[in-house]
Structure formats: C-alpha cells, structure tokens
C-alpha cells in the first residue's frame, strides 16, 4: 500500500523554532560518518533538529530523503515499502513506484535488496532521515538493521529514536562509524533558553527566575515550551515557574491543569473531538467535531504553538504532538468514555466518503464497528484485489466477527484467492461454499443487480482452486463458461482465465491454438491497465510453449514476466517466483546451470506464497537435480523429500508422481534398485502394464506414471514390456506436440533398444533424439541419463566429429556437457575414495564373471541377459568407479573389497 505522502517531508514547525548553530556542526560528523544517532527521551527536539538538518543538507545541494515512522511499519515488508517510497518521492526510486503499492505481492527483503540497489546506483552521498525508529516492532527493525549492514559506502543516515534497544550499533561504534547525539547534547543551554523566551514574548524574565526554569526542566524543550505557556496571561510568573515540574511523571498533569485548562471551551471541545485522528485536515475536523471552521480553528492552534504541526506547505494536513495526542485521547476518555467510538465512526465515514479506504478501515476497526468494517469491505475488497492489495482486505477482514464475515461474500472471495494462491485449499474450499450460500440467500430474497458478478466471481475462484489442484479438464471447462462472461469487461481476470486455459490445455497434450490464446490473453492485459496480469499469463505461456519445444519463444516470455514482476515487487517476491521458476527450468534443461542455480536460490523459498504445481514441480525438480549434478546425492534427495511433504500436505498429485519419479530414476542410477522397488511399493501406484498406455483424454500425471513404470521395468529386464509402453508414448507426444516429452522418451526408447542388443538400434534412436531435440536446445535430459546415453551417443556420432551439419554441432554440444558433469556421489563412498555410486547387486555379479575372464555373451548366457543388457550394466559400472576399462575397473573394485 502506498504510505502517506506527508510522511515523506518533515513536519513544518512555524511556532517556536530556535536556530541552535552549535547542534548545526555535528552536520559535519554526519557527512563523514555512516549513521548519525539522535537519541533521546520524548520532547527533546529531535525532529526539529532533524527538519533543520533536513533543510540545511537542501540548501547545499545535497540528496536527502526523509521518512516519518509511525504505527504502519509494523512489519519487515511495510517498512520496506515506506523505503522505497521514501525513495520515489525524492526521485530516486528508477521503477521502484510500483512495487511498495502491492504489499500483497512483493517480497521484503527483495523490495530492500532493490532500494540498496538504488541507493549505489546514485554516485553522489546521499543522506536518509529516517524519524521515531522507536516505533518500529521486531520484524521491522531486524529489516532496519539489514539495510545498515548492507547500505553503499555513499549512504550516510541520520535517524532519531528514543530508544536503540532493537538496533545492533556496536560493531558500527567500534569501528568509528557511528555519531551519537544524546539528551545532554540536545538540553538547551542557558542563552538558547533565554532565546527561546524572549521569541515567545518572555525575554523580560529574570535571571533568578531563567535559573529557576533551568533547574525545573532541566533543558527539556518540551517542558521550556510548556512553562512558556503557562506563563502567557499569568500575573505571578516567578511563583508559576517555581511550581512548575518539568519531569516527565508531571507532563500529563500540567497539560491538563495549565495547558488544556487555560484554553476556550471551543478550543477544548475540538481538541477532544479530534483527538483519535492520527492526521488531520479541515474538513475531517469538521465532520468529526460537527462544525465548519476547522480550518481556521487548525491555523488558531498552530499560531499559538498548541503542540501541532503542519504535515505541508498548503495546511491540508496537520498532526498532533504524540505526547499531546496521547494526553487528549486519555482525557476524552476521562471526561466521556462513551464518546471515542462515535467520533471515530465520524472518521470512518468521512475517509470512506473521500476515497482514504485504507484509514477507514482502521477508524471502523478502532471503533469495534464491525458492520461498518464489513460494508466497507464489501465495498472495497474487488477494487482492492485487482490492484494488489488483497492483504489489506485479508487483514481487516480477519478482525470481523464470523456472524459478519458470514455476510460480506466479495470479502471472502478476495480471501479466498490469497489462501488458493498460498495452497491453503480446505480454507479457500470453505469460504467459497459460504460466499455461495450467502448468494442463494441473495437470490432468494431479491436480486439487488450484482448477483450475476459476484456468481462469475465464485465461479471464477472454483476455477483457480481447480488449477491449484491440477485438474486440467475441470478448470478447461470453467474456462471456456467464463470466458463467455468476462470478455469485455473484468480484464484482469479475463487475462487470469487466459493463463490458466494455456496450462490445462498443456496438461492435455493440446497444444493447438497455442499463439492465439496467448495473444488474446496480452492483449486482454494490455487493456486491464494492471499489467502485474501478465506476470502469471506469461508463466503459463513459457512453460506451455516449451513443453512444446520452443525454447526461445518459452524464454521470451518468461525473461517478460519475470521483468514485469521486478517492476512490481523487486527481487525474491512470491510473484516473481511464478516466472523465475519455469525459468529456471528452461536455463536448467538447456545447460544455463548458473543462471538455473541463481534462480532456484532465490525464488524456490518463496514459491509457496503464490504458486500454483507448475511452479512446484519446475523448481523443486531442477533443485534436486542441481544437487545431483554437483554430486550431493545426499541434498538432492532431501530437496526431493521436501517436495514431497508439499506435495501430500497440499494434495498435488503431479508434485509427487515428478518427485517419486525422480527418487526411483536417482535410485536406479546409483545402483539401489531395491530401494527402488520398496518406494514404488509404498507409493501405490498401479503396477498393470495396461495402466500405463497412453489413451484418450491422458494428462501429464499418466505420463509420468508411466515413465515410473518403464524405468522400474528396464531394472527389471523386462525389455519387451519397457519397449511396448515406450513406442506408444513416444507416438503420442509426437502426435501431439508435446517435444520435450518426446524426446525423453526417444532417450528412454534408446536404453531400451541397448538393453535388449539391439545397438545400432539404440544408435539411430538416439540421433532421432538428438535431431529433435536441437531446435529446442535441450541438453540436459540427455546427460542427467548417464553414462549410458553418453555412450550411445558417442557411438553413434562417432563419424560425425568433423561435420558442421546443426544437428551433429549439437550432439557435440551435448557430448561436451557430460564431460562438464560432476559424477554422483553415492551412500558408500567419500569423494577422496574414487567410487562414484553404490554398485547393484546384479552390477556386482557381472564384475564379478568379468574379473573371471568371461566375455559379454558368455556373462549374458550364464545370467539370462541379453549382450546389450551387460554392456549396459558395464557402462554404469565404469560410470561408478571412474575407470572405462575392464581390466582397471575389476582391480578398482576389489581394491574397495566389493569383489574378491
């Protein structure tokens, strides 16, 4: 949410200002010191010394920001968004402007990584005010502190706090970078206090009676100004001054017996009926107070120096002194307890009539009026979920009563999306069933005209709640009904429908139609006027257009998405995960493993705020298989059991079929078939060959499943089975479009066809692979195959080298790739052992007859495998004891005791 503008300029203090020159030289430790510490108790100047400063750094030229913290730095993520706007009101935001309005969407620590970013890009010192630190809760200043440690060399900050318990200044102190200005610096000496009398028309005191003043108020400002007050209109100053207490225990006391005591009874009332108003202006005043001249009523209390400040230069916007405001709520509450929440449903209504929703949200809340809470929700919660403050709505609405929240349906379907998009499905299940029951209630009672919208609204939710649980021909045909609905009007989620059309579609090998509904869906952006809506439109888009095998087409959007998201909520958001993860994969499958890696890193721990499976299992497979890559065997299978605690907590069926996928495929490759065996048992899954074939109306769950199958069967040796399931799945993506998948299962066809003896076979298969695979540049899913595939393939470009023909570059490109690969580690060897993966039982046997002297067919005759099936087993032996000879490979082996 965007904060108050007038947090972001200093307070303008007419009434009472001192130039104090000796408090203006500490400007020049501030220049060379990265911090300056303004720390002292309530009432001491601090703000008015920063204004001052504030002005001074103006006047010469300097970069200087200020911001005002108060009670809507609650958290990490609202500071940093008043950063950044702090930043963009003073021109150097450079595309952050966005970003801080969409609290629901943007991540805290991207959004300050950002501002950091903005603040190095500035080659001049910039100076950053940053006022009342103290208010700020944990979460808020460990972010505080984070941007001390990691602000650029040209950043120098000055900040004001009444206390600095949350901050850690000690290494800062130590090593000289800190300037600290304390109470005793800021107590007014003797000639400024006599200043400060004579500006207020007391300079005629005597010295007994300034020294008696000096000693009650101890140089405290506040209580100099107080007793100044007081002193206006009194026949015996010296007795005043002398029962005057400056202490902080008196203040409130002395605000009620010789300020507030001594004013009108027209003063006193509007000061009491506005004394809950955290800002105020004119005409709030006047429909809170219920008169018409606060505006000459503001200026009054401010030419008498009545604790209140202008927020700017034109008196639309004043505040109250906090230690004046606190005093008047208190006494509102003494003099007519009754009186707060009606003055504060006054507020509400004003703010609410004016377009301020956000402050009347809090006044209603403030006055436990929670049916006004509910209608102005009801009134705001759409508006406010397509112009990224859905957390606003959640956060309010949170507070009402269920009785109320019962009532309010466009409130719960604007909560119901943030818990679908945060996979909270039984909770956004719920509050669907209760928004549509209170619309039959509507519909029974008389249609007042939003009956059909709030309908298409639900309906619209059912359908992301069905995408959330990857039910692709249900959320198509939503789709297709809602389009109907929302052409031409709702664009925003139009665009929504758009994506999610592309995905199920996906799902459903469909890949026909694919540029147009994109198209229609970015144009239908373009028009919504939010164009966050492209962020989720283009995820879908990329990953659906490189299922298809087109890589450049897949990452051009992507790159767009994921450009746009950085526009709205910086780096390391929710929402740019829903790009940065399909990304990652396509860096990943074509061998961009840094740029994957960099990507995963970021983005996969904060895929669970907004994602959706596609997300989920693109960034959650690529993870493990960046572990495995480097040879931690060990982290790749921890990535894949977190993967699969989502997976079962948020009952997303294609998460766990890739996760169990990729479990058995590691397994197999690291020689533990048995393992294998025992998880495909504990996962469930149908074992009958008949349940793998591909038919009509097949998803991608299917087609994993059935690769699980065919993996388990090749450990098996059951190579006709394998081969029968192959063709037909391989036919059927290539029918369909579906590229990528066609080619793993090219490369699945290829072990196959060398498992069964069939070499050149497997040869002329795997150029296939290769021939397919080029135009979409996807070398990964050959190398992450192993030593097998590296071996056919070597085979079968072996009279190839020197040829320039594109497709034979890209066999060498691949071929490179797997000598860049680290190999496995396995459970059973240290890396400094040589011993690359566990070796199989049946792997054992076959070393073992090799050691005996036996040929291939002779080992294959006395273990019922075919020659091809013990060249294989070799491959991933040699594959394991980093030796590609026979001879060296037996000696290897018994070396570590595995053979005799």
């Known amino acids: 949410m965007e904060p108050i503008r007038t947090k972001l300029v200093p307070p303008i203090e007419t009434a009472g200002l001192l130039d104090r020159p000796r408090l203006r030289q500490f400007l020049v430790s501030a220049s060379a010191r990265r911090i300056t510490l303004v720390k002292a108790p309530a009432g001491y100047g601090k703000t008015t010394l920063l204004a001052q400063w504030h002005e001074a750094l103006s006047r010469q030229g300097a970069r200087v920001a200020w911001l005002t913290l108060d009670r809507q730095e609650r958290s990490g993520k609202a500071l940093a968004a008043s950063l950044a706007a702090m930043l963009a009101a003073n021109g150097m935001a450079d595309g952050l402007d966005s970003i801080f309005r969409n609290e629901t969407y943007f991540n805290a620590e991207g959004l300050l990584a950002a501002v950091i970013d903005r603040l190095a890009a500035l080659a001049a010192p910039v100076f950053i005010v940053l006022d009342d630190t103290h208010v700020l809760a944990d979460d808020a200043a460990d972010m505080l502190g984070l941007l001390l440690r990691r602000a650029p060399a040209n950043t120098r900050f000055v900040i004001a706090t009444r206390e600095t318990a949350a901050l850690e200044l000690g290494v800062l102190r130590a090593y000289g970078q800190l300037c600290e200005i304390g109470m005793q610096a800021l107590q007014f000496t003797r000639d400024e206090t006599c200043a400060l009398l004579a500006g207020a028309g007391h300079g005629d005191l005597s010295p007994e009676d300034i020294d008696t003043l000096m000693e009650r108020t101890e140089g405290w400002v506040t209580g100099l100004k107080l007793a100044s007050l007081a002193l206006d209109g009194c026949a015996d100053r010296s007795a005043q001054l002398a029962a005057f207490s400056g202490r902080r225990r008196a203040v409130a006391d002395f605000f009620a017996e010789d300020v507030f005591a001594i004013q009108n009874e027209d003063i006193r009332a509007f000061l009491l009926a506005t004394a809950h108003l955290d800002r105020l202006s004119p005409p709030l005043c006047d429909a809170v107070a219920g008169r018409s001249d606060s505006a000459a009523m503001l200026r009054r209390l401010e030419e008498i120096g009545l604790f209140i400040a202008a927020l700017d230069d034109e008196g639309n916007w004043y505040r109250y002194h906090s230690l004046f405001s606190d005093f008047l709520r208190r006494k509102l509450a003494d003099v007519d307890p009754g009186a707060e929440p009606c003055l504060q449903r ?15 949200l809090e006044h209603a809340l403030r006055a436990r009026d929670f049916e006004r809470l509910g209608r102005y929700l009801e009134a705001i919660a759409e ?26 349906p466009w409130t719960m379907v604007s909560v119901a999306w943030l818990k679908i998009r945060a996979m909270r499905h039984a909770e956004s299940r719920r509050l669907l069933d209760q928004a549509r029951l209170c619309l039959d209630q509507r519909l029974a009672t008389g249609d007042d005209g939003s009956s059909e919208a709030l309908r298409h609204a639900i309906e619209h939710r059912e359908m992301m709640l069905a995408a959330a649980h990857d039910d692709a021909a249900q959320v198509e045909q939503r789709c297709h009904r809602l389009m109907r609905y929302f052409d031409g009007r709702r664009p925003y989620l139009a665009c929504t429908i758009y994506g999610q059309l592309l995905i199920a579609r996906r799902e459903q090998f469909r890949f026909d139609g694919l540029d147009k509904i994109h198209a229609d869906g970015k144009a239908t952006a373009e028009q919504s006027g939010y164009s966050f809506a492209l962020i989720s439109l283009q995820a879908a888009a990329g990953a659906t257009l490189f299922a298809n095998g087109r890589t450049e087409a897949a990452t051009a959007a992507l790159e767009n998405g994921f450009a746009e998201s950085l526009q709205w909520t910086g780096r390391n958001s929710g929402l740019s995960a829903l790009v940065a993860l399909p990304l990652a994969e396509v860096a990943y499958e074509t061998n961009a493993v840094e740029r994957a890696a960099e990507l995963i890193d970021s983005y996969l721990p904060v895929a669970r705020e907004m994602s959706f499976p596609d997300q989920l299992v693109s960034g959650h497979i690529v993870a493990s298989r960046l572990l495995a890559a480097k040879g931690d065997l060990a982290g790749a299978r921890r990535a894949l059991d977190e993967a699969s605690a989502i997976a079962l907590e948020c009952d997303l069926e294609r998460l766990r079929l890739a996760v169990i996928h990729e479990q058995i495929r590691l397994l197999l490759r690291n020689g533990m078939p048995e393992a294998a065996s025992r998880l495909l048992e504990w996962a469930g899954l149908p074992v009958e060959l008949e349940s793998c074939l591909p038919r009509s109306g097949a998803t991608t769950r299917e087609e994993t499943h059935a690769e699980i199958w065919v993996r388990m069967a090749l450990s098996y040796d059951d190579i ?26 090219s490369i699945l066809m290829a072990q196959a066809l060398l498992l069964g003896g069939e070499v050149r076979a497997a040869q002329r298969q795997m150029r296939e692979a290769i021939a397919t695979a080029a135009p979409a540049g996807l070398v990964r899913c050959f190398v992450d195959e192993g030593t097998v595939v590296r071996s056919i393939l070597s085979e079968a470009y072996a009279d190839s080298i020197a040829s320039d023909h594109p497709t034979d570059l890209f066999a060498q490109r691949v071929l490179a790739a797997f000598e860049g690969k680290r190999p496995m580690l396995g459970a ?43 060249k294989w087993y070799m491959q991933q032996v040699y594959d394991k004891v980093g030796i590609r000879r026979r001879s060296q490979a037996v000696e290897r082996a018994r070396q570590f005791g595995l053979i005799a």
């Open 383 to 408: 508006e406010f979920t397509y112009t990224g403050r859905l957390g606003v709505v959640a956060r309010y609405a949170g507070h009402l009563p269920v009785a109320i929240f019962a009532q309010c």
């Open 346 to 360: 006054a507020a509400a209504e004003w703010l609410s009539c004016n377009g301020h929703w956000a402050e009347a």
């Open 828 to 870: 059973l060897a240290a890396p400094d052992e040589g011993l690359y993966g566990r070796l199989s039982g049946k792997e054992l046997e076959i070393l073992t007859l090799v050691g005996c002297g036996m040929r291939n067919r002779e080992i294959g005759n006395r273990l019922g495998l075919s020659e091809g099936s013990v």
């Open 720 to 745: 006709p089975e394998a081969l029968a399931i192959i063709k037909q799945w391989r036919s059927f993506c290539a029918q369909r479009g579906a590229v990528r998948l066609h080619v793993r299962w």
